[in-house]
């Protein structure tokens, strides 16, 4: 098995992180410095920063609503953690993808990176869905800006809307930072408010805000 793939699935790191760490000099398999794309199996000793890495037999993911204030991260700065809402035994969970301190709703947190790969990667074209509240009404025409797509300094960016006035529900398949507030703010609008609550297959429903269960 290629080796970011092997490390994905037992370290709950994206097949892209596991890469970058390589080219770190992070990993080591039996004491040396491997290779991109090296082949590896459960024979082989494998260390991540001096850590001995094991396959975890059963793999844990969570689904987690956000609230407005916390950070997707362990080191908040300062500021509140979503790892403040979990009880310890989840602290080694990764948090897929992310959403800004101003922004509420689905965050998924595992330790299975090939399923962390399957919802980030572009390939996949995973759906988002997002409930906003703009700072004034979007007219039609500026719909129809949105829905053809905006220019960002990082490329096109392109949202399915629903809804009228201020509100408005947003579905994407990219995950750029900020994507949503961006284009908005590129034709002169302010998010005041940003919840997610689907990804992929997965969907918040009834969780309470701050609350979280078994994906």
């Known amino acids: 098995m290629r080796i970011n793939k092997y490390l994905a699935s037992a370290t709950g790191y994206s097949r892209r992180e596991v890469d970058k760490l390589i080219e770190e000099n992070r990993i080591k398999v039996n004491g040396e410095l491997p290779q991109i794309g090296q ?22 993911t969570i689904m987690l609503n956000k609230p407005v204030g916390y950070v997707c991260s362990r080191d908040g700065q300062g500021s509140q953690t979503i790892y403040d809402l979990l009880p310890v035994q989840y602290e ?29 990667h572009p390939s996949f074209e995973k759906t988002k869905v997002y409930k906003i509240e703009l700072g004034a009404p979007l007219n039609d025409m500026q719909r129809k800006q949105i829905e053809q797509g905006i220019h960002l300094e990082d490329g096109i ?59």
């Open 92 to 120: 080694r969970l990764k948090p897929v993808g992310r959403l800004d301190k101003d922004s509420s709703g689905l965050i998924l947190l595992t330790d299975d990176g090939d399923l962390a790969h399957q919802l980030t």
């Open 39 to 60: 082949s590896v199996d459960e024979t082989d000793s494998i260390t991540v920063d001096g850590t001995n890495v094991q396959q975890v037999a059963n793999k844990t």
């Open 157 to 215: 960016s392109t949202l399915a809307l629903k809804g009228g006035g201020t509100a408005w529900e947003v579905t994407m398949h990219e995950g750029r930072n900020r994507q949503i507030r961006r284009t908005f703010e590129a034709i002169g609008y302010q998010v005041t408010k940003l919840h997610r609550t689907g990804f992929g297959e997965y969907s918040l429903g009834d969780l309470g805000l701050g609350k979280f269960k078994a994906a």
